[in-house]
């Protein structure tokens, strides 16, 4: 249901989720740059939140065809081109970089420690989309013990933080969930990936959004 009112709420921003024709997970979503939840300066650019096609569609095109409603969405109505989020090798919940240059992305900007943000311009010399300045480095926040920033952009935050939070607290670790509401929030955030950042004692761990088997096993290791 987050998930839901999150999309419905972005629909007045431009937000556009184009499912494919099938049962499952196989959907492209996407916004204005100047909209999106993301530390990311891309005037006029698309950029995508999130391309996802599950493995038992994998090898049929269908990530061609949505990259390619969305490229002929960006021209009709006059953006720059595409921009996402990716990272230096393929890793979870991010855009596989591997792919992204097979359909012609350029690097457009890094950020620590291993973030990518890939663009697709739909003419020569236009600007480059790039990272805002304060998660250029190494991503960290002041508080002690466990933060975690989230949106409700991926349905999975709405089940699995309270889980975490119920974890970390039976470990006697204090647990701080930032849960971003707005757009600016986001754009202001720590980290390029908004959907889910976990820092320990300041520092950044993870932006993969972890079940509760892969935070104990966190705890465990941290604790030691």
């Not at 007045?12 to 740059?33: H, M, Q, S, T």
């Not at 955030?189 to 932006?207: D, E, R, V």
Request: net charge neutral.
């Amino acid at each position: 249901m987050a998930k839901k009112a999150w999309l419905k709420d972005r629909l007045d921003d431009g937000l556009v989720f184009l499912k494919g024709n099938v049962r499952g997970k196989c959907f492209i979503e996407y916004l204005p740059a100047e909209a999106a939840w993301a530390p990311v300066n891309a005037p006029g650019y698309f950029y995508i939140d999130c391309l996802w096609v599950s493995g038992q569609f994998k090898g049929h095109g269908y990530s061609s065809l949505l990259l390619e409603a969305c490229i002929r969405d960006a021209k009709e109505k006059g953006r720059k081109g595409l921009t996402i989020l990716s990272s230096q090798k393929k890793q979870g919940f991010l855009a596989d970089p591997k792919y992204l240059r097979h359909k012609g992305f350029l690097l457009a900007d890094t950020a620590a420690p291993h973030f990518e943000l890939m663009f697709l311009p739909f003419a020569e010399g236009e600007e480059k989309p790039c990272f805002r300045p304060h998660v250029k480095e190494k991503p960290c926040v002041p508080q002690e013990g466990i933060v975690l920033y989230y949106t409700s952009q991926c349905p999975f935050t709405a089940k699995y933080v309270p889980l975490l939070q119920e974890i970390a607290e039976r470990h006697g670790i204090a647990f701080d969930a930032v849960h971003l509401l707005t757009k600016e929030q986001a754009q202001s955030a720590p980290c390029p990936f908004t959907t889910f950042s976990l820092f320990y004692q300041g520092k950044f761990i993870t932006h993969e959004i972890l079940s509760e088997k892969k935070f104990e096993k966190l705890l465990d290791s941290v604790e030691e």
